[in-house]
């Protein structure tokens, strides 16, 4: 006679086995959803504060100076093309 898993070991290694599946499916499914979760900016995910919808177009273009995107010039050509738009 057999018994363990895959004998006749009766109801006991078939209560096993899916409490083993419910286990692992339900770690994968954690898994997943940290991962949506901590990866949207804005929800304590790693891409920092969130920023509002609509910025005002000068701070814009300071951000983008201050990190090298643009130069002087380009930074106040944009700014008086604005300025006398508005």
């Known amino acids: 006679m057999m018994y363990g ?3 006749d070991g009766g ?6 086995m899916a409490l ?9 499914a954690a898994v997943v959803i940290l ?8 929800m304590g995910g790693s891409y920092g504060p969130p920023h ?7 701070q814009i273009l ?7 995107e643009i130069d002087a010039n380009e930074l106040n050509e944009r700014r008086s093309v604005l300025r006398n738009k508005q």
């Open 5 to 7: 898993w895959y004998g």
């Open 11 to 16: 109801i006991v290694g078939w209560v096993v």
């Open 20 to 28: 083993m599946m419910l286990l692992f499916w339900g770690a994968v």
């Open 35 to 42: 991962l949506i979760r901590g990866g949207r900016p804005g």
């Open 52 to 58: 509002p919808p609509y910025s005002d177009p000068e």
């Open 62 to 68: 300071n951000e983008r100076f201050a990190r090298g």
